[in-house]
């Protein structure tokens, strides 16, 4: 296997290697390490069929069945982010980080590009282990002492339903969840401290109103956004992305109306905090 560097914070290709044939345990742990240290990593020219696909995800941990996402005719394992021609809102079209609002932070997303526009349709990621080294000792101080309240009830419950009235999403019922993290959120086996909010799926602070925690919230995603804690990956069929939805914020570009865009999503458990 041979590591590049894509970004100076965030994201590296890792090249001499077939995911389509079962992987050792030197291989994953390579990856895991690379996942770990460059908070997402990419692959090119991997034409897994879904069996492969699923396969890959689990030597790294159990899948996270998607409930608001249609599913991949007989995958249910696999996530469908799909844009029609006639669409013109995409999925992930915003900062955020995949399933913030589950109980247990989600490990990471391995996303495998099925259909692509002839242009466009990159997807920016952020490193957040950046953005919390950037901030000042004392106000990573006063974080550290903070959790916040993420949600998926605005994103995939009914209101979110009536604007997407394309089947795009599903179980509007079941958005229910809300979920408690720690602001710097020591993340489990990478021995990295990263920021965890994200103006997708974060409410509040605990203990504060919204009112209270939208100024030291806007902050803090001003902050996340700089540039040079980004990097911005551009697709080919077959290239996959695997991030640490923990480390790091991702942003589906919306660049390409009138064109399909088609992506596999397979989403891995995390593990509980301590
Ligand atoms: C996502 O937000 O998980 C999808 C990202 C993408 O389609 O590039």
């Given amino acids: ?3 590049r560097k894509l970004g100076a914070m965030v994201g590296a290709e890792i090249g001499g290697i ?7 345990q030197g291989q994953v742990a390579e990856i895991r390490e690379a996942l770990a240290e460059n908070g997402v990593v990419f692959f090119r020219d991997q034409h897994l069929t879904p069996e492969q696909h699923i396969a890959f995800a689990e030597r790294f941990a159990a899948i996270n069945i998607n409930r608001f996402f249609r599913p991949v ?3 249910p394992q696999i996530a469908e982010v799909r844009k029609e021609p006639g669409q013109t809102k995409n999925i992930g079209g915003g900062w955020h980080t995949d399933h913030s609002y589950d109980q247990v932070p989600a490990l990471g997303s ?36 903070m959790r916040a309240v993420h949600s998926s009830r605005h994103a995939f419950g009914n209101r979110q339903r009536e604007e997407h009235k394309d089947g795009r999403y599903q179980n509007a019922d079941q958005a229910v969840q809300d979920a408690i993290h ?5 993340v489990p086996g990478t021995g990295r401290t990263a920021l965890y909010v994200n103006p997708s799926f974060t409410l509040r602070f605990e203990g504060w109103t919204d009112e209270e925690s939208k100024p030291l919230l806007d902050f803090l995603y001003r902050h996340a956004q700089r540039p040079e804690f980004q990097m911005r990956f551009q697709w080919r069929e077959g290239s996959i992305a695997f991030w640490d939805n923990r480390l790091t914020w991702h942003y ?6 009138g064109e399909r865009r088609l992506m596999h999503r397979v989403t891995l458990e995390g593990v509980p905090l301590q």
């Fill in 1 to 3: 296997m041979q590591l």
């Fill in 18 to 24: 077939d995911l389509a044939a079962p992987l050792d």
């Fill in 73 to 75: 005719e007989g995958y």
């Fill in 110 to 145: 391995i996303l495998l590009a099925r259909e692509l526009p002839e242009m466009g349709g990159d997807t920016l990621f952020a490193s957040m282990v950046a953005a919390w080294e950037a901030l000042s000792p004392g106000m990573r101080q006063t974080l550290s002492g």
């Fill in 182 to 186: 720690p602001v710097g959120l020591k």
């Fill in 252 to 257: 589906a570009l919306n660049d390409y109306q």
